[in-house]
């Protein structure tokens, strides 16, 4: 679709946006890996899943360099390279996120008390984590289509807006239910299990972000 707007510099910035979302997605993946490693206490691979991910988020802020100096050298009619920026920038909000909420865990272990009163107060925190990934992979899909089927890229993209409402009510139910039992933990580890929450959630409103910014460029060229 926009390929017919752009200038020949512009060539491969497709290609290396596709790279851009093969890292952040691999970064939220592991989340779900860094999840279930903090329930069963394994605190060397909840250390190790946080490095993966941090290598991944910095790889990802390389490929988004060479994006922006595709954009630099390049043309993009109507408005379309601001809009190549911001769908690159909503991307590395989703990496960077993933990268802080998996150092929000791997900074301390609370005691064993603390984590199974985590896990048996708010038992969806998997389940948002999951959710979060599946939010993150459907507006690749939505990305993906984009040159291909733009009816269904901005089916994708609503699907993404969605699904990101839905979890805004997960969230909200993990914190009331985190707050609730608050004196079951230590002020550091509260704040700990509270910021990640968080985080987690900075990631899906990233995506729906990206899916507006998607939403626009559809717009923008079937206008």
């Given at each position: 679709m926009w390929k017919r707007f752009a200038s020949l510099p512009l060539r491969g910035t497709g290609e290396r946006l596709r790279e851009h979302q093969e890292l952040v997605l691999k970064s939220v993946e592991l989340l779900g890996d860094l999840i279930k490693a903090c329930r069963n206490e394994e605190w060397a691979a909840v250390r190790s899943i946080a490095e993966r991910i941090a290598a991944l988020e910095r790889e990802a802020d390389e490929v988004k360099r060479r994006i922006e100096m595709k954009l630099y050298r390049g043309t993009?009619?109507?408005?379309?390279?601001e809009d190549f920026l911001r769908l690159a920038e909503a991307?590395?909000?989703v990496s960077d996120k993933a990268k802080d909420a998996s150092?929000?865990?791997a900074l301390r272990e609370p005691c064993h008390e603390e984590i199974r009163a985590f896990f048996q107060y708010c038992p969806n925190v998997e389940r948002l984590v999951e959710s979060t990934i599946e939010i993150v992979k459907e507006?690749?899909?939505?990305?993906?289509?984009?040159?291909?089927d733009s009816k269904e890229a901005l089916a994708a993209a609503h699907r993404v807006e969605k699904s990101e409402e839905m979890l805004d009510d997960i969230k909200l139910e993990i914190l009331m239910q985190l707050t609730e039992h608050e004196e079951e933990f230590s002020t550091l580890t509260y704040l700990q299990f509270r910021d990640f929450i968080l985080m987690v959630d900075m990631i899906a409103d990233a995506?729906?972000?990206g899916s507006d910014v998607l939403t626009a460029m559809i717009l923008k060229a079937s206008s």
């Open positions: 993009l009619f109507v408005g379309l390279k991307l590395d909000v150092r929000v865990i507006f690749k899909r939505a990305v993906r289509l984009l040159d291909n995506a729906e972000e």
